[in-house]
């Protein structure tokens, strides 16, 4: 079954560490997403891509970094200068202008 | 800007009692609108979209309807398994990006 596979599914970082939140998937969807959830929150876009070897930020891509060197694979680091990492880390994929299927979540905690 | 408003943000029904839940948006040139049910500690599932106003869609006890300002979620005699939290998103003409609202949360009691 065609799908979206993010790992770990837990996720602790330690002071000054960076960490990285693997999404892959066999949909072969052209765009990629990641979206980071907090109580209370809506999901919030961090960086998206549309096509391989481009990127862009989304609205809270400050202490995030991405790569898109597959159209298969959409890595997402969160660095130490990311102050407050601690969410429910989302990962989606879509068909150019088609609905987007999520990945069920990486939640990171800080230790 | 784009934006989406969900309303409310949070919902107590009994088992059975039919309800709706509100999606107001703005977007420079709508693509689509999105439904999404998401569970705790999971990803959200798709459940519809929704292209032009006076679109509807329909799946087991839910109805989707579209307007030019809003999109709701009807749900007819619910279930306790139709608790979740609703996300309702947009694509804009300009970009392939979903802008999310917060959510509703349904709760249903038996």
């Known amino acids: 079954d065609g799908g979206i596979t993010q790992s770990p599914k837990y996720l602790f970082r330690k002071e000054g560490q960076n960490v990285t939140l693997s999404c892959e998937q066999n949909?072969?969807?052209?765009?990629m997403y990641w979206y980071r959830q907090d109580p209370g929150q809506g999901l919030r876009l961090i960086y998206y891509?549309?096509?391989?070897?481009?990127?862009q930020k989304g609205d809270i891509a400050e202490g995030y970094s991405v790569s898109r060197e597959k159209k298969e694979s959409f890595p997402l680091t969160v660095t130490s200068a990311q102050k407050n990492p601690t969410a429910f880390y989302l990962c989606?994929?879509?068909?150019?202008?088609?609905?987007?299927?999520f990945g069920d979540g990486t939640r990171l905690s800080i230790l | 800007e784009d934006q989406v408003t969900q309303s409310p943000e949070a919902l107590r029904l009994q088992e059975g009692e039919s309800s709706s839940l509100n999606c107001s948006y703005t977007v420079s040139g709508l693509r689509g609108l999105f439904w999404y049910r998401q569970d705790p500690g999971k990803g959200p599932e798709f459940l519809f979209t929704?292209?032009?106003a006076g679109e509807e869609k329909e799946k087991e006890r839910l109805k989707a309807t579209l307007t030019k300002k809003e999109s709701f979620l009807h749900i007819t005699a619910p279930k306790p398994e139709d608790s979740a939290t609703y996300l309702c998103?947009?694509?804009?003409?300009?970009?392939?990006?979903?802008?999310f609202g917060q959510g509703t949360e349904l709760s249903v009691k038996p």
């Open positions: 891509s549309q096509i391989v070897n481009d990127f």
């Open positions: 989606a994929s879509s068909a150019h202008g088609g609905v987007g299927h």
């Open positions: 949909l072969n969807h052209d765009a």
């Open positions: 998103a947009v694509q804009g003409k300009e970009g392939g990006k979903l802008i």
């Open positions: 929704l292209y032009s």
